[in-house]
């Protein structure tokens, strides 16, 4: 298999979950746009996700990535283990599910295309156990140019 070129490339195969968003985001497109605009998303059309969806604001200069609109799924927030809306992602702690966020969202607003991580599960039994997840990042076009990200994520 050929390594990509572009970090956070988008796996042959997404996780069913991640397949859903990413298609609801390609049929939000307009015409021969890149990308869709962040007011055409409508959360409530993925009703069975929406625990695992979040939004967040990319600002231009500095750049810099901000949970958005107070949307931070129910099911996110129980595993970060604390309330995330409104927080930059800079100054949170980065742990699970997490890591990497900050460079898998500057990734997706360079290239301005979906991006994707996973992370494999650690540990063992228990408490100190993490459970492995995937997490799909997609830019929304807003204020000309990518101002919102769409994050969704799957649970291993």
Known sequence: MKPSARPFAL???PERELALVLAYWE???RHEAQMPFWDDVKLSALPALSAKLMMIEASAKP???RFGFGVVGAEIQARYGGDLAGKFLDEIEIRQPLQFAI???S???ESAQPTYYRRAAAGG???SAQQGYSRLILPLWGDGRVGMLLGAFAWA
């Open 27 to 29: 049929g939000l497109k």
């Open 11 to 13: 796996p042959g195969k």
């Open 63 to 65: 750049v810099r990535f």
């Open 107 to 109: 990734a997706a607003v």
């Open 125 to 127: 039994r228990g408490s």
């Open 103 to 105: 460079s898998q969202c």
